[in-house]
């Protein structure tokens, strides 16, 4: 019996002691981690070989998940840490990618030469990914980078992505929708002409429709999207009329009805943005067609008390009645 004691309590101190070690071992791994970080920020090439030699882990993360090489500095050094097996494509908490931390600076850059854009073309020929699903807990969403090039109106930035692989036709869904729809001020982003011509010239659908959706109302349920680029560029009242054109030139049609049997021209006009109904019917929308509840451009125009509207539809009308 006292032999028993004996063993059990030493196996409870062996324990103990084991526990110890493996508690001092998890500290000091993690201040070498600490320092690891900090080295690759600095962009201290030398200590990141150092510190990763003695032990240091290569996907170091600090406490917002961002890993060492979303944080490193200088070619070197995330050249050092692709070679060492860093994670390409790890994410931070908020979903956000390796390729996300190193285009962001690129942002600010009016500009960016090759030198700027290094360090991304060489994680994109590593396998970093353009468009991938970003996790934020339990949610997950997916992302193109290429749609937030759009919306920061970088065209440098556009057409590295589209150069590198990034697809003009990625549909995302959800808010971001397709590249061509923010380009041309669809979904909050600002208008850009430019990116706008670049996207038609390199692939980009001008025919592509958003995706059909359910929403509810007290109502009822009904469908809705189903909208072209004509639709999402009368949602900016500053749009550049030349966007409207270069739509029309590339074959987007401009009487398509969406789920709920809305042109464009009607939407402009629901959206009292005047420049777009004016440009719209410059271009030959059909005056003629209704929508799901009967209604007109011209009805619209007066329920919506577009005075200077309803004056030149009535007059394309009445001339076409002559």
Not at 242 to 260: F, Q, S, Y
Request: glycine share 6%; hydrophobic share 40%.
């Amino acid at each position: 019996m006292e032999l028993l004691e004996k063993y059990s309590k030493l196996r409870r101190e062996t324990w103990a002691v084991l526990v110890f070690v493996f508690s001092l071992a998890i500290e000091a791994n993690t201040e070498l981690d600490r320092q690891f970080l900090t080295s690759v920020k600095e962009g201290d090439l030398k200590k990141v070989e150092l510190l990763l030699s003695q032990g240091a882990t290569v996907d170091a993360k600090d406490d917002e998940g961002r890993t060492a090489i979303m944080l490193a500095q200088g070619e070197d050094v995330v050249e050092f840490l692709i070679k060492h097996g860093a994670n390409i494509n790890a994410q931070d908490v908020d979903g956000n990618s390796v390729l996300f931390y190193r285009l962001l600076p690129i942002l600010k850059v009016k500009i960016p030469d090759m030198d700027d854009l290094a360090e991304a073309k060489r994680l994109i020929e590593s396998g970093a990914l353009v468009e991938y699903t970003a996790r934020k807990g339990e949610d997950q969403k997916p992302v193109s980078l290429l749609n937030m090039a759009i919306r920061n109106q970088s065209l440098a930035l556009v057409k590295f992505l589209i150069e590198n692989g990034a697809n003009a036709n990625h549909d995302p869904g959800g808010v971001e929708e397709y590249p061509l729809f923010l380009a041309v001020g669809g979904a909050s982003s600002p208008a850009s002409l430019a990116i706008t011509e670049y996207l038609l010239a390199n692939g980009s659908k001008a025919v592509f429709t958003s995706r059909l959706k359910d929403a509810y109302t007290p109502a009822g349920s009904h469908q809705i999207g189903a909208r072209n680029a004509f639709h999402y560029a009368t949602e900016s009242k500053q749009i550049d009329p030349k966007i409207l054109d270069v739509l029309a030139k590339a074959g987007t049609n401009l009487n398509h009805r969406d789920a709920e049997g809305k042109t464009p021209l009607m939407e402009a006009i629901e959206r009292k943005n005047i420049q777009a109904s004016q440009k719209l019917i410059q271009l030959g929308a059909d005056l003629s067609l209704s929508d799901n509840q009967g209604k007109t451009a011209l009805d619209l125009a007066k329920e919506f008390h577009l005075d200077e509207i309803e004056r030149i539809l009535t007059e394309k009308l009445s001339s076409k009645l002559q």
